[in-house]
Nanobody, 129 residues
């Protein structure tokens, strides 16, 4: 019933752009914090960008700051990750996630995985020349 489905991944050359989409079903996205995470083989999943319910707090990992933008379209129950100036180091499986939110003491805590109970299946992003 509760489902998140990512799309928009693919192969792109360095310097290119992609927009990832995450469509929610079974729940109303505007009542949840949303996060984008990524994972490469042999490494722990890391938070890329997370935004809270009221869109008053937005976190970006230092590695993507200035290049990626998270947004949501509540009317379409969809969250997006616009990725510009892509680098080979951005290659990973990207996951969207949703959680009920809660108090944080640091902005980085927005992307603590324990805050997110619902996860998509992931979409592959490959940046290569």
């Amino acid at each position: 019933q509760v489902q998140l489905v990512e799309s928009g991944g693919g192969l792109v050359q360095p310097g290119g752009s992609l927009r990832l989409s995450c469509a929610a079903s079974g729940f109303t996205l505007n009542y949840y914090d949303i996060g984008w995470f990524r994972q490469v083989p042999g490494k722990e999943r890391e938070g890329v960008s997370c935004i809270n319910i009221r869109d008053s707090y937005t976190y970006y990992a230092d590695s993507v700051k200035g290049r990626f933008t998270i947004s949501r379209d509540n009317a379409r129950n969809t969250v997006y990750l616009q990725m510009n100036s892509l680098k080979p180091e951005d290659t990973a499986v990207y996951y969207c996630a949703a959680g009920p939110g809660g108090a944080i003491t640091t902005l980085q805590a927005m992307c603590a995985m324990k805050r997110y109970g619902y996860w998509g299946q992931g979409t592959q992003v490959t940046v290569s020349s």
